[in-house]
């Protein structure tokens, strides 16, 4: 068991964490397979995967720094360590620039802060001062120039929700990146990666033989740790953290997997862990959702507003590759975002259809979205329900008590102050119980309740299905209907049926709600 670890929390140097002796988990096999596999690539992942630590291992490895890769497994393969004059540039700087004249600043500043960097008088836009810089690394050294790109979309991601301010902002980094394809006979390999994808006509009108790994099976555990490298590279630490939170390494194990394991990318490839919080975790001896603690993006909420969409359909979206691996711009719903961003996962793929089951990854991903969507969706304060509700909630269903988790779920909305410009809103929601139902849903998901919603069965849908450890509760919500009314409906269509055989108790819930003062009426309740 080890008895003192390094863990590279906010370190995205590959040379420093080889250099400082941090953990290092080693990737170089896949890393000297990209490198080999095209000329030009370009892969999505979400933030905080572990993107820029990639590039800069590919900088190092371009740069024929071969002493770091001692003991790793890339010098089984490399025999040459070739020196190539490397272009390494991080685009993160550029995020939050509100104009295209801005932007072409940041991005020539980025150019100026490099080392090989000339002042040359007739080069003025960003991209003539690239072109320059790559024509004049290739005559000065006689080798062909790696360019490799960090975060291509960081200057875009603000402004997704501008459609006029995007289209300027885009033509910018259209002509940023012309001389990719121009000076191909200078380049050794080129590399660009971000979280979303734009299409090649729209930024890369160039290029048009960029490769998109981002759903290669081949690639789909270069970023993340994988089940394997948990139980050997990382199982000291889970010994470590096991034993700090005084458990056995084998329920730690189990506790690591439901909060920060579950993405796929790609059809029928190995589950990832979430490297950011994995490590974090590691390094605070603590279970917590660190990666939304580092920032929900804003860009996110913002296109799930724009689209009106459903967050109770997340949990199990049957589609094709083509509704969520597609550019930005021809976005008809927040979908591919929701997918590139980390938030929706592979789950499942069915090569007969070519349908993919999509899904929210994991416990920190369902808890942390819940906390960011809470107060967009229903007006309701997440820290409010945490501290002043949530308990009180939990405990009554953890007691199989539904009628007292309904007292509290009564008293807590009605004393919410229902804003003015926020029930404009959401009127035509109330009345189709639209409203209701994402409350529900979202209280449930943040207390880590396994909730579905519109479940269909023989005789019709079922509003909610809540699945407890011990207990299943079939739900119905209602405005107009008496709770009794209700609770027939539930008897005649068979909504319970389908759970009498789990093994679980099986209870039916009809909630009533008052329109006029936003909370619990009555509710009926009946054991299956």
Not at 281 to 294: D, K
Request: net charge negative.
């Amino acid at each position: 068991m080890a008895t003192e670890r390094r863990y590279p929390v906010g370190i995205q140097t590959f040379s420093e964490i080889i250099r400082e002796g941090y953990l290092y988990v080693d990737k170089t096999d896949l890393v000297w397979k990209l490198a080999h596999y095209s000329k030009f690539i370009f892969m999505s992942r979400p933030r905080r995967f572990g993107k820029s630590l990639l590039t800069s291992t590919l900088d190092s490895y371009f740069k024929g720094d071969r002493e770091l890769f001692e003991g790793l497994k890339i010098m089984s393969l490399e025999k040459e360590w070739t020196q190539y004059p490397v272009l390494h540039l991080d685009l993160s700087v550029a995020k939050g620039k509100s104009s295209p004249q801005e932007l072409q600043r940041s991005l020539i500043l980025i150019l100026k802060r490099m080392d090989c960097y000339e002042e040359a008088p007739n080069e003025v836009t960003p991209g003539e001062k690239l072109d320059g810089l790559i024509r004049r690394l290739y005559k000065k050294t006689g080798r062909q120039v790696a360019v490799i790109i960090d975060e291509y979309d960081a200057p875009l991601l603000d402004v997704l929700h501008s459609q006029e301010t995007l289209d300027a902002m885009r033509k910018v980094m259209q002509e940023f990146y012309v001389p990719l394809k121009a000076n191909e006979a200078y380049l050794k390999f080129c590399f660009i990666t971000g979280i979303t994808k734009f299409s090649q006509l729209s930024i890369f009108s160039t290029i048009n033989n960029l490769a998109n790994v981002s759903l290669e099976k081949e690639f789909s555990t270069i970023c993340g740790f994988t089940e394997e490298e948990l139980c050997t590279t990382l199982w000291p630490d889970v010994e470590l953290l096991a034993a700090a939170l005084q458990t056995t390494p084998e329920q730690m194990h189990d506790r690591l997997k439901q909060r920060y394991d579950g993405y796929h990318f790609a059809a029928d490839a190995p589950e990832v862990y979430n490297p950011f919080s994995l490590l974090s975790c590691f390094l605070h001896r603590r279970l917590n959702n660190y990666w939304f603690a580092s920032g929900t993006p804003t860009f996110l909420i913002k296109q799930m507003q724009h689209f009106h969409t459903d967050i109770t359909s997340l949990d199990s979206l049957d589609v094709p590759e083509s509704a969520f691996d597609q550019p930005t711009e021809n976005m008809k719903d927040a979908l591919p975002l929701l997918y590139q961003s980390g938030y929706l996962t592979i789950k499942d793929y069915d090569p007969e259809g070519e349908t993919y089951l999509l899904s929210i990854p994991n416990q920190e991903v369902r808890v942390g979205y819940v906390n960011g969507l809470l107060p967009t969706y229903t007006g309701l304060n997440n820290a409010d329900v945490q501290v002043g509700f949530a308990l009180k909630f939990w405990k009554a269903l953890k007691q199989n008590d539904i009628d007292l988790a309904m007292e509290h779920m009564q008293s807590y909305l009605a004393g919410i102050p229902y804003v003015e410009g926020f029930k404009q809103k959401l009127a035509e929601a109330t009345t189709k119980e639209g409203f209701y139902e994402y409350t529900f849903y979202l209280i449930f998901s943040m207390l880590n309740v396994y909730v579905r919603t519109q479940v269909k069965v023989a005789g019709g849908r079922t509003d909610m299905v809540i699945f407890m450890p011990d207990t299943i509760y079939v739900m119905e919500l209602k405005v107009g209907d008496s709770a009794r009314q209700a609770l027939d409906q539930i008897n005649a269509r068979g909504y319970a049926k389908p759970y009498l055989s789990d093994g679980r108790r099986v209870v039916k819930v009809v909630v009533r709600f008052d329109t006029d003062k936003h909370t619990v009426s009555e509710w009926e309740t009946e054991e299956a």
